[in-house]
C-alpha cells in the first residue's frame, strides 16, 4: 500500500511528459527480457509473436475486448506456452544440470517478475518449484512461460503507455534495437524513456 501510494504521489508531482515517458520503462524491460532468446530460438520467437497477435485480437476485436487482462494474459500464455510445450517440447535435462542452472534462474525471475500481475504466475511458483520438475511437457510449458506472458502483456499496451501513439511506437521502436543488439535491461528501459521524453518535448512544435 505504501508503494502504491508513493507512485500515486509520484504521479501527481512529475510533470505529465515526464511520466509518459517513464511509462514506457517496464515494457522495455520486458522487451529486453524476450527478445534476445527469440533471436536465438525459433520456437521462443514464435510464442512471442503469436503471444503478440493473440493480445491485440483480445484487444481490438469486439467481445474479445471485453474480456479482462488479467484473463486473457492467463488464456494467452495457456494457448502459446501450452501449444509450444505439446510440439516443440524443451530437450531432457543434461547429465550434468549444474551447467544450466543460470538460465533456470533466471527463468523464474522472469515468473516472479510476472507474479505481481497474473494469477496464474502467482500460482505456479508456489505450486510447482517446491521441488524438481520431471514431467518434460510440463517443465517445456514453464520454460515458454515467460516468454507468453510478457509478450502479451507488452503488445499492444505498449502503444498506449506515453502521451500519444507516435511517442509510443519510437520507444517501442527503441527499445526492440538495443533488445535485439543485447543491451541490458536498464539500459533498454532508459534510452526507450528518453526516446518518449525528447519526441513527447519536440512534437507540440511539430505541424501535425
Same mark, same amino acid.
Given at each position: 500500500m505504501l508503494g502504491t501510494a508513493l507512485g500515486a504521489a509520484a504521479g501527481n508531482i512529475l510533470p505529465t511528459v515526464l511520466t509518459n515517458a517513464l511509462g514506457i520503462a517496464i515494457y522495455g524491460m520486458f522487451i529486453a527480457i524476450i527478445l534476445p532468446p527469440a533471436k536465438e530460438n525459433r520456437v521462443v520467437a514464435g510464442v512471442v509473436v503469436l503471444s503478440m497477435v493473440l493480445s491485440a485480437l483480445f484487444t481490438y476485436l469486439p467481445v474479445l475486448c471485453n474480456i479482462s487482462s488479467g484473463f486473457r494474459i492467463i488464456v494467452i500464455t495457456l494457448i502459446t506456452a501450452g501449444g509450444a510445450a505439446l510440439l516443440f517440447p524443451i530437450p531432457d535435462e543434461p547429465a550434468e544440470p549444474e551447467k544450466e542452472m543460470p538460465h533456470e534462474v533466471e527463468v523464474f525471475l522472469y515468473i516472479l517478475v510476472m507474479a505481481a500481475v497474473t494469477y496464474l504466475i502467482r500460482m505456479l511458483p508456489l505450486t510447482l518449484i517446491r521441488r524438481k520438475i520431471t514431467n518434460r511437457t510440463l517443465r517445456s510449458f514453464l520454460y515458454y512461460v515467460p516468454y507468453a506472458t510478457?509478450? &502479451?502483456?507488452?503488445?499492444?499496451?505498449?502503444?498506449?503507455?506515453?502521451? +500519444? &501513439?507516435?511517442?509510443?511506437?519510437?520507444?517501442?521502436?527503441?527499445?526492440?534495437?538495443?533488445?535485439?543488439?543485447?543491451? +541490458?535491461?536498464?539500459? =533498454?528501459?532508459?534510452?526507450? +524513456?528518453?526516446? =518518449?521524453? =525528447?519526441?513527447e518535448l519536440i512534437l507540440p512544435y511539430l505541424p501535425l
Open positions: 510478457l509478450s &502479451a502483456m507488452t503488445f499492444p499496451a505498449i502503444l498506449t503507455a506515453t502521451g +500519444s &501513439a507516435i511517442s509510443a511506437a519510437l520507444g517501442f521502436a527503441a527499445a526492440l534495437i538495443l533488445a535485439f543488439r543485447g543491451k +541490458s535491461l536498464l539500459t =533498454v528501459a532508459i534510452i526507450a +524513456s528518453a526516446t =518518449v521524453l =525528447v519526441c
